[in-house]
């Protein structure tokens, strides 16, 4: 999506026919919700070494425009349903969902959506001489996976010798997934991650903040949407259909980006409805509910899909993106099948569109591709060579050898070295090594 925003009066976003429709700023909200899950501390608190940084979670109002009316949505099928009748209802599932994307027309939707964020701070602000604009990422995730399977990644970026230098991590959830999904539930939409960017992240890092973060003025997003910020280094870390189309909106926001095998593709790809027909339906066929934790682990553990995923990134999908339904005494996926694969089925409109704007991304903006070296992409490895090359100009690429496209949860030691071998050199003056 494509913004241009007026703080104070409703902004735009370009709709599928290239109109523009108001994203309004946020208003003050009424009665406002608690954390859905337990605060908790980082995993790596219980390891002997581990890096000085404290962990919150947040909570903001989504933007008030999202791209997916509110619609009746398909049922997922029962899970003692037998194999046969299972695929029939998942293929009539996507049909439908399918069919209401080609129906679908741009609207504006006024309920109130809530978005979470994991806050990863310093906790040393105070007592060590900072920069003058402090180094701040925001990481966006995949489709499917909850914000804490960021964590062992973060872990070994912030154990690294240069990773002293980052003031502050910011791990979006979208609102189908994880903790938003939890209050957002029997409610259906997408979001724009720049509503965090421009009206509710302070202006400089501080030790402590509220669970609601509170919007800055208006005269201060007006300024960002000029100058970007003044006191931050934003630094964009997307993972396939997370976070990249903001710096096209954008690019005064962000001084880089990171794009761990993002999605981007070519709506005049032949294979790509047949990609988006099997995702949807693995999204949608996927069992969703066990009797204890330890099943969900012992039965995912098992699977060959998270075979390959690095163990800590594991636990944390398990123990961060479950929760305990009272009513049938299950543990349940925090992401609903059904949302999954709506994502799915609504994922070409901003792909597609950054695939023909990939090019208008200000030069000044260093893009780092980080793909996978043992997977050949969506479409084809065709198709990701050409991807790479979008826009050429101040950019670079590497591949991690033994990783798929699930690179954050399963080669998170290797991209968090990676991403320092990025950053540091760039905005510390020197070489970081993990």
């Not at 009272?326 to 694969?341: C, R």
Request: hydrophobic residues 35%.
């Amino acid at each position: 999506m494509y913004s241009k925003l007026n703080p104070g009066s409703p902004s735009s976003v370009m709709s599928h026919d290239k109109t523009w429709l108001p994203v309004y700023p946020p208003s003050d909200c009424g009665q406002k919700p608690d954390l859905p899950s337990l605060p908790r501390k980082p995993f790596w608190n219980s390891l002997p070494s581990h890096p000085a940084y404290s962990l919150s979670t947040h909570i903001i109002p989504a933007a008030f425009l999202r791209s997916t009316p509110e619609i009746d949505l398909p049922v997922p099928p029962h899970p003692s349903a037998n194999k046969e009748t299972r695929y029939k209802h998942v293929q009539a599932g996507v049909e439908r969902l399918l069919e209401l994307r080609r129906e679908e027309s741009l609207r504006t939707q006024q309920r109130r959506l809530w978005i979470c964020f994991n806050r990863y701070v310093r906790k040393d602000l105070s007592s060590t001489i900072r920069p003058k604009k402090g180094l701040t990422l925001i990481c966006a995730h995949a489709n499917g996976f909850n914000k804490e399977t960021w964590e062992p990644m973060i872990y070994h970026l912030l154990s690294s010798p240069g990773g002293q230098d980052i003031e502050e991590i910011w791990a979006w959830e979208a609102i189908q997934h994880g903790d938003s999904g939890l209050l957002n539930r029997g409610k259906l939409s997408s979001l724009y991650m720049l509503n965090f960017i421009i009206y509710f992240i302070p202006s400089t890092t501080t030790a402590s903040l509220p669970v609601h973060l509170p919007h800055i003025s208006t005269e201060e997003s007006a300024r960002r949407l000029r100058e970007g910020l003044s006191e931050r280094t934003l630094i964009g870390v997307g993972h396939s259909l997370g976070g990249a189309h903001a710096c096209l909106a954008y690019p005064k926001l962000y001084s880089a980006i990171i794009l761990i095998d993002p999605v981007i593709v070519s709506l005049s790809e032949p294979t790509l409805p047949e990609v988006i027909q099997k995702l949807a339906s693995g999204a949608l066929g996927r069992r969703a509910s066990w009797p204890s934790k330890n099943k969900v682990y012992d039965s995912l553990s098992r699977s060959a899909f998270f075979r390959s995923w690095d163990p800590d990134a594991l636990g944390l999908y398990v123990e961060c993106g479950m929760y305990h339904d009272s009513l049938s005494s299950e543990y349940k996926l925090k992401l609903d099948p059904v949302d999954e694969a709506t994502v799915f089925t609504d994922s070409t409109t901003g792909c597609g569109e950054m695939w023909d704007r990939m090019h208008e991304l200000d030069d000044k903006v260093e893009i780092k591709w980080i793909m996978p070296g043992d997977y050949n992409g969506m479409i084809s490895r065709a198709s990701t060579i050409k991807r790479v090359k979008l826009r050429p100009a101040n950019c670079l690429q590497v591949t991690i050898p033994g990783s798929g496209h699930l690179i954050v949860q399963e080669k998170p030691r290797e991209l968090a070295a990676e991403i320092a071998n990025f950053l540091f050199p760039k905005y510390a003056g020197k070489k970081a090594m993990l």
